[in-house]
């Protein structure tokens, strides 16, 4: 018999989650690290700055993101990419964080997608208002690595989607210390974020971060 240490502490509900095949959640899986997380983030964008990026379409992006890792996520006039540089501080992103590294792993494993090695790292962060449009992970090179999202902070409500724009969304509260963890068929699911509700976090305060991990090369 398996035992589900948290079960029946607190009525928090079942501690993981299937969004269908390839895709759970994992509710608390990154609340024992909590404060080791947050105080990586603040030293990656002490290096690397939050900023608000600027869409192909010449959007400004109401979420600010920054990265680490090898690779970063960027985008600007010309299109999204990975970009090896901070186009904004001219050197190479800072280093993913050893706190960072070994929880995308574990989450990963328990998930069912072993020897996951993420080179880049998303680091987003919503402030009352932001929000994220449907859209699927496709700027990486190869799909057989899985992504695994981590949520500290202000709650907000995640939609999942399905295969095509289209298809209708599941909504999904996503509270601090939850994580995501998506691949295999689920792999290229439209999701996004719905506008943060303003709040007070006791660690974070008035605002969500989210790290997402990928394996972009
Ligand atoms: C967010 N997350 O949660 C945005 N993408 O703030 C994502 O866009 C995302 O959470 C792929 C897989 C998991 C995610
Ligand atoms: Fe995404």
Same mark, same amino acid.
């Not at 993101?65 to 010309?78: L, P, Q, Y």
């Not at 901070?86 to 989450?107: C, K, N, S, T, Y």
């Not at 095509?164 to 290229?188: I, K, M, Q, T, Y």
């Given at each position: #018999? ?5 079960? =029946? ?17 994992l509710?608390?899986?990154? +609340? ?12 990656? &964008? ?7 990026m ?7 992006? &109401?979420? %600010? ?20 540089v ?9 280093? #993913? ?8 792993? #574990?989450?990963?494993?328990?998930? =069912? ?5 993420p ?5 987003n ?7 994220? &449009? ?8 190869d799909?057989? %690595? ?12 995640? +939609?999942?989607g399905?295969?095509?724009? %289209?298809?209708?969304?599941?909504? $999904?509260?996503? &509270?601090? =210390?939850? $994580? $995501? ?9 439209y999701?996004?974020? #719905? ?10 305060? =008035? ?11």
């Open positions: #018999m398996t035992m589900d240490l948290f079960d =029946g502490l607190g009525g928090t509900g079942p501690r993981e989650e299937s969004l269908g095949a390839g895709a759970r959640v509710r608390g899986f990154a +609340l024992t690290q909590d404060a080791e997380l947050l105080s990586a983030v603040h030293d990656v &964008s002490l290096a690397s700055p939050f900023r608000h600027e869409t192909p379409g010449g959007f400004r992006m &109401s979420v %600010a993101m920054t990265n680490c890792g090898a690779w970063g996520w960027v985008t600007d006039r010309t299109g999204y990419r990975y970009a090896d901070d186009p904004v501080q001219g050197r190479p992103w800072p280093e #993913m964080p050893a706190v960072f590294l070994r929880l995308a792993r #574990m989450a990963a494993a328990k998930a =069912g997608f072993d020897g996951f090695t080179d880049a790292c998303l680091v962060r919503y402030e009352p208002g932001a929000k994220m &449009s449907l859209h699927q992970d496709k700027d990486e090179r799909f057989t %690595a899985p992504i695994v999202s981590v949520s500290l902070g202000l709650p907000a409500v995640f +939609l999942f399905g295969a095509e724009r %289209a298809d209708s969304s599941a909504r $999904v509260r996503l &509270s601090h =210390g939850d $994580v $995501v963890v998506w691949g295999g068929p689920a792999r290229l699911r999701h996004g974020v #719905m506008p943060l509700k303003p709040g007070h976090h006791p660690r974070v305060g =008035g605002h969500r971060i989210n790290l997402t991990f990928r394996k972009a090369q």
